[in-house]
């Protein structure tokens, strides 16, 4: 994990090596502050030595300054690291992210990378800073302080010793029992933020249904999971402060007694004495930094295996050794397919044999959880089968280079997405893309008036989410873009699912009769449950329960009344009959 982590500071190597050299200075400076108090003391104010007084306290000053400079610059090379790492963390597991197959998309839910992206790399951030700066800087201080005190009087010194031991026992118990509360407690943040976006992407069904009271429930009990559970963290981490405070009072009473009997007996100064008390305080609050360190240790713990487990998933889809790199548009053979979700033991699809021709157009109808959508992700490699083999012009599709092969298609996928930024990059699906091109697509996918009613320009931008002069799309409209991207993309495969079910039936036969042109004389497939919009492929495939059990044309379909296709053509026709 450290190294995975460790990968991502990249560039700031320099900034983070320099932080704890400055931080190190700051804590030699600190240091001598107190050998030179002890000389004003005992060779200056004891001795009625004015010159001496002045002398030492200039140097004082400077050295004071110094500390200071000191710490201002590992400040600010700290803040550059840590910041720099948590950008390059984000960007890391956002391109890595992209690479993702299905099945690895599958294992997170989206709240749980939002998380990860966000309250995690904070987490992870702080605790690089203070690392850089408190876990060089107490350690350092704790250590130069420990010397200078035994080099003053070896005897009390053992007292700051004894009290290092005592913690590190105290910690050693604490720290591993918070890393368990921590890490369930950002899967708590997790469900937190899931009540959160579906409350918010669904709030037009929670206000229809009047269901507001029951997620204000759902996010109350989200929410007090993430109470209970901090709580607990808290109630372990919060014994370090009680500890640190009876440590540091319990050596200060004893170095007094002691110091003061010593004193008495001849064999330390007033001064010593002086400088062996500020030790103790620099001793004792690096034990108290060491311990806020742990806290953030064992918070970031959590957050950085979370990380970690993003950047090092690996695409289940990778492209083999030398791939073929000219993949040609070609008939498509499934060759005894099955397939079933990860994590489940229940095929979606179960021994499809099937194969198409370049230029055919195949409309694939069944009820739903026939295996329709399935059937489409396994033919863009979005899933490799479980059995069988996908072949594109005989061979494999898994020998092909996988973006090249991805290329070959333009896909509506029923659950498509538009994104919150211009009309024309909506449509071309780039920052860069030919006007005539995209406006030649959105025309051919019926957005004639919508265009119009914006001035011809593509710039507009969909929804609110970045401009609040944003345009809101109704779902027909937006399956019309969804529908113009395809057309626009020109790819040699068109893959349509359920690409007019939000539409009106105008609209639906608009699209039907320029179907034709939407496509040209590109291979086809098109999944519908209306019945009745199949007709114009010459080819239809009938799945149920994941299998194929009819394929041919509409006519020769309905000749088999014992079918599937004359059930569920049956049903459907009953409605659009007049008495």
């Known amino acids: 994990m450290l190294k995975v982590l460790g990968a991502q500071i990249k560039e700031f190597k320099k900034d983070s090596l320099l932080t704890p050299v400055f931080m190190i200075l700051e804590v030699v400076m600190e240091m001598i502050i107190p050998l030179l108090m002890a000389s004003i003391i005992d060779e200056g104010v004891n001795a009625g030595n004015l010159n001496h007084i002045y002398k030492i306290g200039a140097l004082m000053i400077g050295v004071a300054l110094i500390g200071l400079w000191a710490g201002l610059m590992g400040a600010k090379y700290g803040a550059k690291a840590s910041t720099g790492f948590a950008r390059n963390l984000r960007k890391s597991m956002f391109e890595n992210i992209q690479t993702y197959s299905f099945s690895n998309i599958d294992k997170y839910s989206t709240s749980s990378l939002i998380t ?12 690089y800073q203070m ?9 350092a201080s704790m250590i130069i302080a420990m010397v200078m005190a035994f080099s003053i009087n070896a005897r009390l010194a053992s007292i700051y010793l004894v009290a290092v031991i005592f913690l590190g026992i105290c910690l050693s118990f604490i720290m591993p029992r918070a890393n368990r509360y921590f890490r369930q407690l950002f899967e708590k943040y997790d469900d937190l933020n899931a009540s959160v976006q579906e409350n918010v992407s669904a709030i037009r069904v929670v206000k229809a249904y009047v269901r507001e009271d029951y997620e204000k429930e759902k996010f109350s009990k989200a929410n007090q999971n993430i109470y209970n559970m901090f709580l607990k963290a808290e109630k372990l981490v919060v014994i370090n402060m009680p500890l640190m405070q009876v440590t540091v009072y319990g050596c200060i009473l004893l170095i007094s007694w002691f110091g003061a009997k010593t004193i008495v007996a001849g064999n330390l100064t007033t001064g010593e004495m002086m400088s062996l008390l500020a030790y103790c305080m620099n001793i004792l609050m690096s034990l108290m930094m060491v311990s806020m360190i742990f806290v953030m240790l064992s918070m970031s713990y959590a957050s950085a295996k979370r990380i970690s487990e993003v950047l090092t998933e690996q695409t289940d889809l990778k492209n083999p050794e030398n791939p073929v790199m000219n993949v040609k548009d070609g008939s498509i053979v ?3 397919v099955s397939f079933r979700y990860p994590g489940s033991d229940k095929y979606a699809l179960k021994d499809i044999s099937i194969e198409f021709k370049v230029g055919e157009k195949l409309a694939v109808v069944g009820m739903n959880g026939s295996g329709k959508s399935t059937f489409i992700k396994l033919l863009c490699r979005l899933y490799d089968p479980t059995e069988g083999t996908i072949y594109m012009n005989g061979i494999d599709i898994r020998r092909y280079d996988y973006q090249e092969y991805f290329g070959l298609f333009s896909v509506v996928f029923q659950d498509f997405r538009l994104f919150s930024f211009g009309l024309g990059e909506n449509v071309a699906m780039s920052e860069t893309f030919r006007e005539e091109a995209v406006r030649d697509a959105l025309v051919k996918a019926g957005m004639e008036e919508f265009l119009k009613e914006h001035n011809d320009d593509l710039s507009t931008t969909l929804y609110r989410d970045f401009d609040k002069n944003g345009v809101e799309v109704s779902g027909g409209e937006a399956q019309k873009i ?13 893959l349509l699912d359920e690409p007019t079910a939000a539409l009106d039936p105008k609209a639906e036969y608009e699209i039907y009769k320029r179907f034709n042109d939407l496509v040209a004389d590109r291979t086809t497939v098109y999944i519908s449950h209306r019945m009745s919009s199949c007709r114009f492929c010459g080819d239809i495939a009938v799945f149920h329960e994941g299998r194929m059990v ?30």
């Open 116 to 127: 990860r992206l966000t309250t995690d790399v904070t987490n992870v951030q702080n605790a």
């Open 131 to 139: 690392v850089l700066r408190m876990a060089m800087r107490a350690p």
């Open 334 to 336: 499934f060759d005894h």
């Open 482 to 494: 969804a529908l113009a991207r395809a057309v626009c993309k020109g790819a040699p495969f068109v």
């Open 550 to 579: 009819q394929r041919g044309s509409h006519e020769s379909l309905l000749e088999e009344t014992t079918g599937k296709y004359y059930e569920l053509w049956t049903a459907q026709a009953q409605y659009y009959v007049t008495e």
